[in-house]
């Protein structure tokens, strides 16, 4: 079941300042913007990895201060730059994680891990003994996709998922996530505009802390807005 | 002869492993401490950097006048070798801890660690090369400073060693250094081989 989030007038110190913003049950949203215009900040707020100075954060209405994180977190994939892999741990244990927290049976985990990984074309038969230092950079984003989303999270939180893809697997990936829109709620960071356009619905530009436009993804070409144009003629969007 | 060798090879052996073990249950939680509370963890690392600083021998003199954990004999030497064993391990398990990739730990946090099992799942088995080094540093360093703990008559190799000297007897002497310093060189070969091990791990 997918959750709403919201976000409510959040400041955070010297990051956001003023940031207001519902994204649906099922919505899939973009955040772009240039680096340290507080993309990245405004999606950690969201599973409590940021607390806000002021305002508050509500997942399906209800405020995260009154929310238990951890079960929170257990029901949010969270995908970064860099994997972030438990490098003492083979790829099945890392992906196994979640599931092993959620106390399901190994034999449910088994499955739910296998289903996971052909989806992100690495056999578990095949990778699921190896440890992350043998594996490509592409290959350990691409885990540390299948371990955010074997659980089936309810809110997905990427964080520039796609940086160390080769552009083929980058694109499969891409439809993978379109894919899976209706099951979770997902944010989605990146500098990539056409990336952006492709995955979500929505699309917010961050400025300097705060929102600049928050548009449909199909309108977001067609805003005036200095910073817009400048993000639409840098993304070499095909017309 | 042979036989007060092995003897007294066992009993050194001993004075360290209590020293080293005490300092194991001790130092690993401080310096789990040390990473939770940085500015507290600080000091500490101060004051047993200090310590470790103390000339060993000043350090029984130090120890001889304490009532209950001083005095002349056995139990002054394992309290100074406890004392000079905590730096490398709480350093060693501040330094492991800190060192593990923040996106690791970040990671582990998004995914619903609680704290609990971020220490115990990820932090302590990634910092455990560095532990385990500090381990071997502080026996190596134990076995070394006990030898001096018979000046206090804390027993153990140095018993051989300051008796040839007092004695003018370079078999008698001979007697103490060459077990210590095996003692010494076998302590570094094994540990050395169990951190690589958990390298791997």
Redesign the interface.
């Known amino acids: 079941m997918p959750s709403s989030i919201e976000l409510r007038n959040v400041e955070v110190d010297g990051r956001l300042r003023g940031i207001s913003l519902r994204i649906d049950a099922g919505a899939s949203v973009a955040f772009v913007g240039r680096s340290g215009a507080g993309k990245t900040t405004s999606l950690r707020l969201i599973?409590g990895?940021v607390t806000p100075t002021r305002g508050e954060v509500l997942i399906d209405e209800v405020p995260l201060a009154r929310t238990d994180l951890?079960?929170?977190?257990?029901r949010?994939g969270?995908i970064?730059?860099?994997?972030?892999?438990?490098?003492?741990r083979s790829v099945f244990d890392n992906v196994a994680?979640?599931p092993r927290?959620l106390g399901w049976e190994e034999t449910r985990i088994k499955d739910a891990a296998g289903e996971v990984m052909s989806r992100i074309g690495m056999p578990l038969e095949r990778f699921g003994a190896r440890f992350p230092r043998s594996l490509s950079g592409g290959e350990q984003q691409r885990v540390?996709i299948a371990?955010?989303m074997v659980a089936g999270p309810s809110i997905l939180?990427c964080d520039e998922p796609f940086g160390a893809l080769d552009p083929i697997v980058r694109r499969e990936l891409q439809e993978t996530f379109r894919a899976l829109r209706s099951d979770a709620t997902i944010v989605f960071v990146t500098h990539d505009l056409a990336e952006a356009m492709r995955v979500a619905d929505r699309v917010v530009l961050f400025d300097d802390g705060r929102i600049a436009t928050d548009t449909a993804s199909a309108d977001f070409p067609k805003q005036t807005l200095p910073l817009v144009r400048q993000f639409v003629a840098a993304a070499s969007l095909p017309s | 002869m042979t036989a007060d060798i092995i003897r007294i090879t066992g009993e050194h052996m001993l004075i360290v492993a209590i020293a080293v073990g005490v300092a194991i249950v001790l130092g690993i939680p401080l310096g789990i401490y040390c990473t939770r509370n940085p500015r507290a963890g600080r000091v500490a690392l101060r004051v047993i950097d200090a310590i470790q600083t103390i000339p060993s021998l000043a350090l029984f003199g130090f120890l001889i006048p304490v009532p209950f954990i001083g005095g002349i004999g056995m139990r002054t030497a394992i309290v100074a070798l406890i004392l000079y064993s905590l730096l490398p391990i709480v350093r060693n398990t501040f330094v492991g801890i800190q060192g593990v990739d923040p996106i690791v730990r970040d990671a582990g946090v998004a995914l619903g660690l609680t704290s609990r099992q971020l220490l115990f799942d990820v932090e302590l088995p990634l910092a455990m090369p560095s532990i385990v080094a500090g381990i071997r540093i502080a026996t190596v360093i134990g076995i070394g400073v006990a030898t001096i703990a018979a000046a206090v008559g804390g027993g153990g190799l140095g018993t051989f060693i300051f008796r040839g000297v007092a004695m003018v007897d370079t078999r008698l002497i001979l007697a103490g250094a060459l077990p210590a310093a095996a003692l010494a060189l076998i302590a570094d070969v094994v540990l050395s081989a169990v951190e690589r091990r958990v390298i791997k791990g």
């Open positions: 599973n990895l951890v079960a929170l977190r257990r949010s969270y970064i730059q860099g994997s972030g892999l438990f490098p003492h994680t979640v927290l540390g371990r955010a939180l």
